[in-house]
């Protein structure tokens, strides 16, 4: 299946849809070819932080893989002209097949198109967008598009109505954040959380002083990322789990990221420090009222029985509230500390759609694999074991 060539993309159009509406889709393989569109969108359309154009250009330039293919499907009403939606998807070859896939590369928690406006969508609307935009993409053995939200700040994502979308394993987790700064935690959060904050931060305020400081330079900047690094990267090792953050790309794009969001306040760094200690460093996105919790380091050992990293999410929480925001979002994961703060989840969903019988073979594993994680996650003690073994043979290969 040889790739297509970037001047028949750039050509390809189509069009496709129903009695009710018709579009037409037209495929770029450029960010720049749509970035007028992008850019307008971010600033006045639906748009997520995932899908923020800074941040998707930093997935086309250091993190696709080897022969991948950007594929970006601009989808227009027939009968107006007007743009109404942009796709990022990326073509890549798998195991003995070809995938398309959101343009994420493991970076992105949520897949949702950039939408011209807040105008709503209905099923049949959004099953004729979706055929326009299929019509346009290059020969596939299959389509995978994961971490699809209900949502977007409100308005229906038009991926979550399709026929073809279903529930996955992935749930996300965050809290509303209302009223005053003041007491916040303790309006929000379970009871038993507001306590243990409380009475760490007396105990970290005991040790030297408590502050929440955010990189605001590219100095700070730089030494709250190394930070992150050493924390993060020394935490997983003990856990013997993987982290996106041994690879050097990935460290490259994070890095990059939160140097230009000192720019425009998109991406923001932040450390918690007492005294002139760092005990935690997080990475957070910020749009639209909302702060969404990305990469977090800490040194669980500074301090006996307290939990840098719990404090920090609050502490983060308050700051937010101060500024404004309404929401914040513990990103994607069913880890039991999300719980017991008190965040309430949702399931996201996805498709996984086969196109030829290596795509349908391909798809057989996948929901075999789902099923089996869906299995273990189910019986506490074997999920405690299985989490043994895998962190002793990441040990063996470190």
């Known amino acids: 299946m040889a790739p297509i060539s970037a001047a028949r993309a750039s050509a390809l159009s189509a069009s496709a849809g129903t009695a009710g509406r018709v579009y037409t889709a037209r495929l770029h393989t450029s960010l720049e070819a749509v970035k007028p569109l992008w850019l307008e969108w971010q600033a006045d359309g639906v748009c997520t932080a995932h899908q923020h154009y800074a941040w998707a250009e930093g997935i086309a330039a250091r993190l696709m893989p080897e022969g991948a293919e950007l594929l970006v499907v601009e989808v227009s009403d027939a009968a107006t002209g007007e743009p109404r939606m942009l796709v990022p998807l990326m073509r890549r070859r798998a195991f003995h097949h070809y995938v398309i896939e959101w343009l994420s590369c493991g970076v992105c928690d949520y897949s949702a198109p950039l939408l011209a406006d807040a105008s709503p969508w209905t099923t049949q609307g959004a099953e004729a967008a979706w055929a326009a935009v299929c019509s346009v993409l290059p020969p596939v053995d299959r389509i995978h598009i994961a971490g699809i939200p209900q949502q977007i700040y409100g308005v229906a994502n038009p991926l979550a ?10 749930i996300t987790s965050g809290l509303a954040l209302h009223g005053e700064p003041e ?7 379970k009871p038993s959380f507001a306590k243990t904050f409380h009475k760490h931060c007396r105990r970290f305020e005991q040790m030297g002083g408590l502050s929440l400081v955010e990189a605001d330079t ?33 460290v490259d794009f994070y890095r990059n990221a939160a140097l230009q969001g000192l720019s425009d306040g998109s991406v923001r760094l932040f450390g918690l420090r007492v005294g002139q200690a760092w005990l935690a460093s997080f990475l957070v996105l910020a749009r639209k ?9 800490i040194d669980k050992d500074a301090i006996a029985n307290v939990s840098p990293g719990l404090t920090t999410i609050a502490k983060l929480m308050i700051w937010g509230r101060e500024r404004g925001f309404d929401y914040f979002d513990l990103s994607v994961g069913g880890q039991g500390y999300k719980e017991y703060i008190g965040a309430a989840s949702s399931v996201l969903a996805e498709i996984c759609e086969p196109m030829t019988v290596r795509g349908r073979g391909a798809n057989a594993v996948i929901l075999f694999r789902s099923r089996a994680e869906l ?3 189910s019986k506490p003690r074997l999920l405690k074991a299985v989490q043994s073994v895998a962190r002793s043979l990441r040990r063996l290969k470190d």
Request: aromatic letters at 6%; a positive charge.
């Open 161 to 170: 109505l399709l026929s073809a979308t279903r529930d996955s394993i992935q």
């Open 183 to 189: 007491g916040l935690i303790k309006r929000i959060c």
């Open 218 to 250: 590219p100095a700070l900047m730089e030494e709250l990322f190394g930070t992150l690094l050493e924390l993060r990267l020394k935490r997983f090792r003990e856990l013997g789990r993987f982290d996106l953050l041994t690879q050097q790309s990935a």
């Open 289 to 297: 009222g909302t702060l969404h919790g990305i990469l977090l380091g």
């Open 375 to 377: 299995y273990v996650r």
